[in-house]
């Protein structure tokens, strides 16, 4: 079975470029959600969603971000205008119905930089 | 809400070398407790949990016991191997309808031959 599937793998855009990160989950998986990788930061939730209505985005960085999930085999974020600091590998994840486990399956991640 | 302090790395260790990190969090209640490793240029995936006190969570010879008395959750092995190099996650659960893990910073290891 296919994982989560992310696109693009990797992005290099200059500063004040818009960014659409794309995410395909898991088949038949109801939760999605969207982190961000840092080497100061480490791992932060950004946000997720559950049978594709934002639940929280409260770790959301500013109003330059924005997700969407249209419907459930397909999630962007967006990034608009894009800053410098907004370098990072951005994840996504899913879980299945029931999934309130802990268990993520995660996606291999797009490599942002913003130059 | 939950915390998760891991020890810091890098950790460097020789093949055939045990390995050990150290976990320990705060969380509400009795959380499940997980590992997650994240492999160079990929995704974080799931290695080994453990949903109650003593349990013990065991996968590709990792090791890790719940241990709620000193809240913590070492991961151990044996005897690691190159292949065993990449970023470890201690992660507390509490659930509940939260959906949402608390990772730690993570801990880099470099096995070398």
């Known amino acids: 079975d296919a994982g989560v599937i992310q696109s693009p793998r990797h992005e290099v855009t200059e500063m004040g470029q818009e960014v659409t990160l794309r995410c395909k989950p898991i088949s038949g998986h109801n939760s999605l959600f969207w982190y961000r990788q840092t080497m100061m930061r480490g791992l932060e939730l950004l946000i997720y969603?559950?049978?594709?209505?934002?639940?929280?985005d409260s770790g959301m960085p500013e109003d330059r971000f924005s997700a969407k999930m249209p419907n459930a085999s397909f999630s962007t974020l967006k990034i608009q205008p894009s800053e410098p600091r907004d370098s990072a590998v951005y994840f996504c994840a899913s879980t299945p119905p029931g999934g309130d486990t802990g268990e993520l399956f995660f996606g291999e991640g797009s490599r942002l930089t913003v130059l | 809400g939950d915390s998760v302090t891991q020890m810091e790395g890098p950790v460097t260790l020789s093949e055939e070398a045990f390995l050990t990190i150290n976990c320990t969090y705060t969380?509400?209640?009795?959380?499940?407790l997980f590992w997650y490793v994240q492999y160079p240029g990929e995704g974080l995936q799931l290695l080994l949990k453990a949903t109650k006190a003593d349990d013990k969570g065991s996968n590709k010879g990792f090791e890790a016991t719940y241990r709620k008395e000193t809240t913590s959750f070492h991961l151990e092995k044996g005897s690691v191997q190159v292949s065993d190099s990449a970023v470890y996650f201690c992660?507390?659960?509490?659930?509940?309808?939260?959906?949402?893990?608390?990772f730690g910073k993570g801990t880099k290891l470099s096995v070398i031959p």
């Open positions: 969380a509400t209640g009795y959380p499940s």
């Open positions: 992660a507390p659960y509490s659930g509940a309808g939260s959906y949402q893990l608390t």
């Open positions: 969603f559950n049978n594709n209505v934002p639940i929280d």
